[in-house]
């Protein structure tokens, strides 16, 4: 997961938060390298993911809730090494 490369420092907050407005400005943008050598598609994660599927579509969610939730999901998702 991403999760466990935080234990590593193979990435930082910062990976995270790229992987993420990437997500936020363009959904559909396919893979997103970052850290040191790994690549997430924002997208499927969120996909896979069942509450951060459910919230990104509602409209009363707020820009920081769906955040969060794009955010969980990416955390949970298993990158792919490159």
């Known amino acids: 997961m991403t999760l466990d490369l935080f234990a590593t420092l193979d990435i930082v907050e910062d990976d995270v938060a790229a992987v ?18 790994y690549r997430i598609d924002p997208a499927v994660a969120v996909a896979d993911h069942p509450f951060a599927n459910t919230l990104i579509g509602q409209s009363w969610a707020s820009a920081e809730l769906r955040r969060a939730a794009v955010r969980a999901a990416i955390m949970l998702a298993q990158p792919e090494r490159v």
């Open 20 to 37: 993420v407005n990437a997500y936020m400005t363009d959904p559909t943008s396919g893979p997103v390298s970052f850290g040191e050598g």
